[in-house]
């Protein structure tokens, strides 16, 4: 079995009592039209402290609006402009009530937008002002203030780049969603848990043995996953932060390459326990155990469609792997990839359009490709730069992360969903497999 290919077979990180408070009702601005839109052009600068307050930390102020614009270029729906350290933020003199950008400067430089930044430290209290101005009137559209522990600053900057995500399209943002992934620590395989940017890494398990399959809720607020702790391949779930851990599938023989069904009530996964690997349903307690594929050919890998009717799925029935489509309660199954020797991993996008897969080449080489669910559009999204494995898609459908050897070792790597701007996420030291991209991301759920 290749390492990056398996489904063929309490650090709570500061998020401590951010308090909001909002300034304005949302409007959106912009609207985003199907096909894309122009890049919004949006002015960024550093953050500067709150009238009165006494942080003196150099470089604060910088590294939170650095934090900022890494997140609205990564939503792709962003352009920040300029040399904005060098922009004017405030004009001179007058009273806090005159401070108010100038509008002009950020004009000339075509931005359309600006977020205002203030923030002030007291201690391990950290106080943060998000401010979201529209620059050819001059006008604010909106503003947050969030208050929590220090250590929580990449979150309180992440919800301020949400924010303006929405005020300004609609649309929720992705900058506080996570992704799990798997590692290998002294020889084991354990899983991580990562902010989506590659920040904040945290182990989750210390199983000192093979972990498997990481699957979000539909929430964000449990995983699935298979263990070999206890010798077989077992499916347990738990809290995002590793807590409550418990046994959920343990039937002796493969319980692996779970799916959680998108309104919350049914898991998929793959079991051996009848001698052949086949797909199942279950209730998310374990309970109401009901076959779904009966078939000599090893079935895997389940996904389900957004709207929780259908699920997809590998199978070798045909001689080799391809992606299939079956109804959830396993009837009109039928084939959607045809070119190529070897399809595996289906991830079905949030929109329901698409499906992405991993393909492997006559060259031996793995790349990631999408196709419709007709099985016509099939496009090649990776190429010529070693394996890439393992799609899975934003909440968003806007991007999608995946494991690459291409520098080497297996790593994080995120591209726009039709293929561009690929960028390295996480380089773990022993390598990093498996990425799966949690829902919008709420801890208290």
């Not at 009137?137 to 919800?159: C, D, N, P, W």
């Not at 964000?220 to 932060?241: H, I």
Request: some cysteine.
């Amino acid at each position: 079995m290749r390492s990056g290919l398996p489904s063929f077979i309490t650090l709570i990180i500061a998020l401590l009592g951010l308090g909001i408070v909002t300034t304005q009702g949302a409007e959106v601005y912009l609207h985003i039209q199907k096909g894309g839109m122009s890049k919004i052009r949006i002015a960024a600068p550093p953050f500067t402290p709150l009238a009165g307050s006494p942080t003196t930390e150099n470089g604060l102020g910088g590294e939170m609006a650095t934090i900022l614009r890494q997140d609205l270029r990564f939503s792709t729906l962003f352009q920040p402009i300029g040399d904005l350290s060098a922009q004017p933020q405030d004009p001179p003199g007058g009273g806090e009530g005159s401070k108010r950008p100038v509008f002009a400067a950020w004009d000339r430089q075509g931005a359309q937008f600006l977020v205002q930044g203030k923030y002030e430290r007291r201690g391990k209290t950290l106080v943060m002002e998000c401010r979201i101005y529209e620059v050819p009137q001059g006008r604010m559209i909106g503003g947050k203030r969030y208050r929590g522990h220090f250590l929580a600053l990449r979150t309180m900057v992440h919800k301020c780049a949400d924010e303006v995500v929405y005020r300004l399209t609609g649309e929720a943002g992705i900058a506080q969603t996570k992704i799990v992934f798997l590692s290998p620590v002294q020889g084991h395989k354990e899983l991580f848990i990562m902010d989506y940017d590659g920040a904040n890494v945290y182990q989750l398990t210390y199983d000192r043995s093979l972990v498997l399959t990481p699957a979000w809720s539909p929430l964000g607020s449990e995983l699935l996953f298979t263990s070999y702790r206890e010798g077989n391949p077992s499916l347990y779930v738990m809290r995002w932060n590793g807590t409550k851990r418990r046994p959920l599938a343990t039937y002796p023989g493969l319980n692996t390459a779970p799916a959680w069904s998108p309104d919350g009530e049914r898991i998929a996964l793959v079991l051996s326990k009848d001698g052949n690997a086949e797909i199942y349903t279950m209730r998310r307690d374990g309970t109401g155990l009901r076959r779904l594929t009966t078939h000599p050919a090893i079935d895997s890998a389940p996904t389900w469609s957004p709207d929780g009717r259908q699920i997809a799925f590998t199978s070798d029935r045909s001689g080799s792997p391809q992606i299939y489509i079956m109804e959830a309660d396993g009837t009109r199954v039928r084939r959607v990839t045809y070119e190529g020797t070897f399809n595996d991993l289906p991830a079905w996008s949030p929109a329901g359009e698409y499906i992405a897969y991993t393909g492997r080449e006559e060259s031996g080489e793995f790349n990631i490709y999408t196709i419709r669910v007709d099985g016509t559009g099939r496009r090649r999204l990776t190429a010529q730069s070693g394996d890439n494995e393992h799609p899975t898609w934003s909440p968003d459908g806007r991007l999608i992360a995946f494991a690459s050897t291409r520098n080497g070792v297996s790593q994080i790597f995120a591209m726009n969903a039709d293929g561009t701007n690929q960028r390295l996420i996480l380089a773990p030291p022993g390598g990093g497999f498996s990425p799966a991209w949690s829902p919008r991301f709420s801890p208290r759920r």
